[in-house]
């Protein structure tokens, strides 16, 4: 059965389309409402991964539908299932060749690879041939004179150097020690070491492969081949050698474009980027003066250049008056005729200075040449103001006093000559010393303000802490030292000015071994010189031995016959139990592994159990067998060392005058006990189920058992499965599956193989069923076309539509004259989504209707509904001749927002027509300002062909078209379907 797909609609987006229902008598207008094309964007699902996990089956996955299953996936052993696609289930987990019990393989320990039928019995105590014996055949001779034998657990005889105990030398593929094979992990911390180990150091335990990497302390400790410099990973080591100045965070390394204003150096050069243009001032987004930072030219008392329209000197205003004379120049629209003198202006005196000083066009004119206020100077002599007797040509300057005593045409603001003028509307700090002004390079910590920019420079890195004599900055040339900074270990500098570079991390008084100190781990303060040394595989006390004499070492005892049981004459303090110590201490007998407390007391003149008894409940208890069927009366004992005739070591008979009655016998229905179990008949009764319907197919939750099938019910035979409705007799797993919305066959699925002729009907068949991408077949089984998928709208205006065509209005595959709209060629037909990717669909040829939906997206998704009836799209378009549907002008133009149409012609409905040198349309409205059908310069629908007024075609095929009154060319994307 073809399972059903769900529309992933709008590129996987859900979409929520709301309408209003048409009246089906009527031809006005649809009313509908605009909703947003897309709410969600979630992660589209890989095409052709139906479980989701990653892998698609033509990449490998052998069950697509389990998410579990793919490539290299973890294998579950003997579940019969192949996890990991290798072709097989795991069920050899010690690849010793042999398949587990469980799967009814030989291997009797699946899990020990030196465990497998055939393979060397070794004296392990273990059944390492897998024959149901223990080391048997083992010798019991010590051949090298080692002191151990096979028995003793000498896993080679022949070698003196090889037994339990011996030292082991790791890494020869010899196992010395008899226990565990050859040692290849030295240091315990679960990775081997040597030629073909993954432990870069077997002899550190806190060195292996994924260990905690202790960053610039020059040791490998993930054997990685590095230590580790670059905690935040931006390819910039950090540390006492490294050149990132934070390597927690992968935004600040030395390289990085600088971020302006924010109060962090990520470019690691010591200060963060708070003078974008370099011209010396900070920006005011950095609480600086200069008011546009981005341009060296501007900045707080820079050289203003007038009448351009930019305040270079921060001052808030361009400079338009350069004379100060109150009256702007001429450039800005001013009436100032000379804006560089500020004698000059509209209405000044006129004296004689061969200028226009009044700026009315006439120079010198009407000058008096009395000397009015007696200095010597008439204004025909130049005196600037004959009525001021300290006014006059040559006379003294007064400074900042706005007057022009000289008559020079300035009145004197820079006293020292620096460029900048003093007080008391000046920028210059000190006029009367050249060398402080607002641009004048500040000299630290000698209390002089010489940029003016109230303060002496004492804070030179910019870090907040003065230094020079008076501060409390240890270096004001490096911005990541000051009074609490934060201290970089082992560099060599006081980052935070204590007196001291930072050598002891964890504060246990002890410096690191990185500056010469004695401390083997600065990050732990239990761990150095004195500590007391505890049982963690660790050097506590820097001793660089491990464990020695550990204060929480316990007791253990020596075991010498590897029993488990320790000697407790031979008592050991240790940090664990390793071979030969144990934490037990009851052994009897530490030559002989076969007494111990809990082993079998046998008939040897010995205390095999060490409970102080010798021989004690040896004589083994057996029971009459008086039928011989190798089952004992339980009411009859029999004692003895070994089994008499006539008796049988089990008490489990329940009839002994009947040999074919005892325990493991065949269960027969003769209202007998057969097997002893207490049940009588049982599991020889067969199992019946109800069959109501009588069509021989039974139900799981109705069932007796009888030796024969009572009336109504049958048997579960071969492969035959339940009745899914025993009420039916035409519903059962033989039954064959028809449209009618049921499971017929009870296989789970309804109307599986079964296809229906359109939407409308799988929705008639299956009220409820979802929107999404179904398989129809219009002409039926077996006739014509083969089934085909396409997307079915089961909700718009109460569902069943049937797509047809999605036409993308960018593109020309769907104008009016293209061969797509005259053929039944299928094009795109693998995307029968509710998309926007350009399609038609076999349904544009096959599916019969009596309404047809026309959709653009303008914004939201708009619909008009067609009342009209044919056998398919393709009939009434193929033609080329103009069919009209009664649709009005004003219902067509609901598809778009801000219709543009001309008000004439309004040819609606197919093909309406125009001619090749004017707008056509294959669905939709085609109309015309002068009231010509055949020079139509506008429509709306799809399959459109614009032109107009001697344009050229606009190329829309689908969307708003109009040209001559007004240019519109609304390309947007379409649909159609049917019902």
């Known amino acids: 059965m073809r399972s059903l797909r769900f529309l992933l609609p709008f ?23 605009d909703v947003p094309l897309l709410e969600v964007t979630p992660t589209p699902v890989a095409p052709g991964d139906l479980d989701q996990d990653g892998y698609q089956a033509e990449e490998g996955d052998c069950d697509d539908t389990d998410p579990a299953v793919h490539p290299g996936a973890d294998e579950v052993a003997y579940d019969g299932i192949d996890q990991d696609c290798d072709g097989s289930d795991l069920t050899d987990m010690d690849s010793d060749g042999y398949d587990a019990l469980v799967v009814d393989g030989t291997d009797c320990d699946d899990e020990d690879p030196d465990s497998y039928p055939g393979a060397q019995e070794i004296g392990d105590g273990l059944d390492n041939d897998c024959d149901g014996e223990v080391d048997e055949g083992v010798d019991t001779v010590d051949n090298d004179g080692d002191g151990y034998a096979e028995t003793d657990g000498d896993c080679d005889d022949e070698d003196a150097a090889i037994h339990p105990g011996a030292t082991e030398i790791p890494y020869d593929g010899v196992d010395q020690d008899c226990a565990d094979g050859d040692l290849i992990d030295v240091d315990g911390d679960g990775f081997p070491g040597g030629p073909d180990g993954d432990d870069c150091d077997d002899t550190d335990a806190s060195a292996w492969p994924g260990a905690p990497e202790t960053p610039y302390d020059g040791v490998d400790q993930d054997c990685d081949g590095l230590d580790l410099t670059d905690l ?17 965070d992968d935004s600040r390394h030395p390289g990085l474009e600088e971020i302006p204003y924010a109060g962090v150096d990520q470019d690691c050069d010591g200060l963060d980027l708070t003078d974008v243009d370099g011209d010396g001032q900070d920006g005011v987004e950095a609480a600086g003066p200069d008011c546009n ?90 005196d600037c103001n004959d009525y001021d007797p300290t006014v006059y040509p040559g006379a003294d300057e007064v400074p900042y006093d706005g007057v022009d005593q000289d008559c020079d045409g300035l009145d004197l603001t820079d006293v020292d000559g ?42 030179v890195d910019g870090d907040g802490f003065p230094g020079g004599p008076g501060g409390s900055d240890c270096d004001d040339q490096d911005a990541l030292s000051f009074p609490g900074g934060l201290e970089v270990p082992y560099d060599g500098v006081d980052q935070d000015c204590n007196g001291t570079d930072l050598a002891d991390v964890d504060g246990d008084g002890f410096d690191s071994v990185a500056v010469g100190g004695p401390d ?35 007791t253990y005892y020596v075991d010498g016959d590897r029993d488990g049981f320790g000697d407790p004459g031979q008592p050991e303090l240790a940090c664990s139990a390793s071979t030969p110590l144990v934490a037990d201490n009851t052994d009897c007998d530490d030559n002989a592994a076969s007494i111990h407390p809990g082993a079998d007391e046998t008939c040897n003149g010995l205390d095999d159990d060490c409970d102080g008894e010798v021989d004690e409940d040896v004589l083994l208890t057996f029971y009459a067998d008086n039928d011989g069927d190798t089952y004992g009366d339980a009411e009859s004992v029999v004692l003895a060392c070994s089994l008499p005739a006539g008796a049988s070591d089990t008490a489990t008979d329940c009839d002994d005058n009947a040999a074919s009655i005892h325990p493991g016998a065949d269960e027969t229905c003769n209202g007998l006990d057969d097997d002893c179990d207490g049940e009588v008949d049982e599991d020889v009764l067969l199992t019946f189920y109800a069959d109501n319907d009588g ?68 929705l008639e068949a299956n009220p409820g069923a979802p929107s999404g991408v179904y398989a129809i077949d219009p002409d039926g089984a077996g006739t014509g076309i083969d089934p085909f998928e396409v997307y079915c709208d089961m909700t718009l205006d109460g569902g069943g539509w049937t797509l047809v065509i999605k036409i993308d209005g960018d593109s020309d595959l769907f104008a ?32 019969p209707f009596t309404e047809v939906r026309v959709g653009l997206i303008d914004g939201s998704l ?46 609606r409905g197919f093909n309406a027509p125009g001619n090749l040198n004017h707008s056509r349309v294959r669905i939709g409205i085609t109309a015309n300002q002068e009231n010509d059908c055949n020079s139509c310069d506008s429509y709306i629908g799809i399959g459109g062909h614009g032109q107009g007024c001697g344009t050229t075609d606009a190329g829309i095929s689908a969307g708003n078209w109009m040209t001559c009154e007004a240019s519109v060319n609304k390309k947007l994307f379409g649909y159609v379907m049917v019902r």
């Not at 031995?545 to 929480?552: L, M, P, S, W």
């Open 816 to 847: 009016y004259d293209q061969p797509i709209w005259t053929n039944t060629d299928t094009y795109n037909e693998g995307a029968p989504d509710f998309d926007l990717t350009q399609a038609k669909l076999a349904s544009f040829h096959t599916v």
């Open 695 to 762: 069509d021989g197919y039974g139900v799981s939750d109705n069932q007796v058992q009888a030796c024969e099938a009572p009336p109504g019910y049958v048997a579960l035979t071969g492969e035959m499965v339940f009745d899914c409705d025993d009420g039916n007799s035409a519903i059962n797993p033989g039954a064959q599956e028809t449209p009618n919305g049921l499971d017929d066959d009870c296989d789970g699925e309804v109307d599986d193989g079964v296809y229906f002729a359109n939407c409308l009907a799988l």
């Open 232 to 248: 935040d990973q931006d390819g910039y080591p950090g540390g006492p050698d490294g050149t990132d100045c934070d390597d927690t």
């Open 418 to 459: 620096d460029g900048f003028p003093g007080d008391p509307d000046g920028s210059d700090c000190d006029d009367q010393d050249s060398s402080i002004h607002p641009t004048a390079t500040e000299v630290p910590y000698d209390g002089v303000d010489q940029d003016c920019d109230g303060q002496d420079l004492t804070d």
């Open 862 to 907: 708009r619909w008009v509904t067609l009342p009209v009836s044919a056998t398919s799209l393709y009939d009434i378009i193929h033609t080329g001749e103009y069919y009209f549907v009664d649709v009005s002008r004003d219902t067509w133009s609901t598809l778009v927002s801000s219709p543009a149409l001309q008000p004439n012609c309004n040819h």
């Open 293 to 382: 930072d981005q341009d060296a030219s501007i900045y707080q008392a820079g050289p203003e250049v007038p009448y351009d329209g930019v305040d270079q000197d921060c001052d808030g205003f361009d400079l338009t008056d350069v004379d100060a004379d109150g009256f702007q120049a001429p450039e800005v629209d001013g009436d100032d005729c000379d804006d560089q003198d500020a004698n000059t202006y509209p209405g000044a005196s006129e004296f004689a200075d061969g200028k226009d000083n009044d700026c009315d066009g006439l120079v010198d004119e009407d000058l008096s040449t009395t000397d009015d206020d007696e200095d010597g100077y008439a204004d025909a002599d130049g």
């Open 520 to 554: 083997c781990n600065d990050a732990d303060g239990e761990i150095h010189p004195g500590a007391d040394e505890v049982c963690d595989g660790i050097d506590n006390n820097c001793d660089d031995v491990v464990d020695q004499d550990a204060v929480d070492r316990e």
């Open 11 to 33: 590129l996987a987006s859900p979409v929520v389309l709301l309408f209003s229902c048409p009246d089906p008598e009527s031809t006005e207008d649809v009313t509908y409402t």
